[in-house]
């Protein structure tokens, strides 16, 4: 078993199936995105560069997509919080998943990095 599927046996349902679907519908995006275990947590990288990651909120255990470059973003759902560089985006986890802001969110973040803003190795 691969560390990076021990983090998604070792999650309890319902935020298992969220993890997977998030996971497999960020993989979709573009060719040049790719995953691995960082940080105990799933973390994407477009060409190698870190672009978001899967996680929970330490009190309500409900998963989120970070966005690395969120600061960079300007999305009404995306949380800055305390961060100076990184946004996140909530998934209730009882409700289906918004694929479509999830989506636009996504295409936002990769432009960042097609267009040269953000540097890829």
């Known amino acids: 078993m691969k560390k990076i599927d021990s983090f998604y046996h070792n999650t309890p349902e319902p935020e298992r199936s969220v993890y997977f679907a998030l996971s497999n519908f960020?993989?979709?995006?573009?060719?040049?995105i790719s995953t691995d275990l960082k940080y105990g947590m799933?973390?994407?990288?477009?060409?190698?560069?870190?672009c978001c990651y899967l996680w929970k909120d330490k009190k309500t255990n409900g998963p989120y997509i970070g966005i690395v470059e969120g600061n960079r973003i300007h999305h009404p759902q995306l949380e800055k919080g305390n961060r100076s560089r990184m946004k996140i985006l909530r998934v209730d986890p009882n409700l289906d998943i918004d694929i479509e802001t999830i989506g636009e969110i996504l295409r936002s973040m990769i432009a960042l990095y097609k267009d040269g803003t953000i540097k890829t190795k």
């Open 26 to 32: 960020i993989l979709s995006m573009d060719a040049n």
């Open 42 to 50: 799933p973390f994407f990288s477009y060409k190698n560069k870190m």
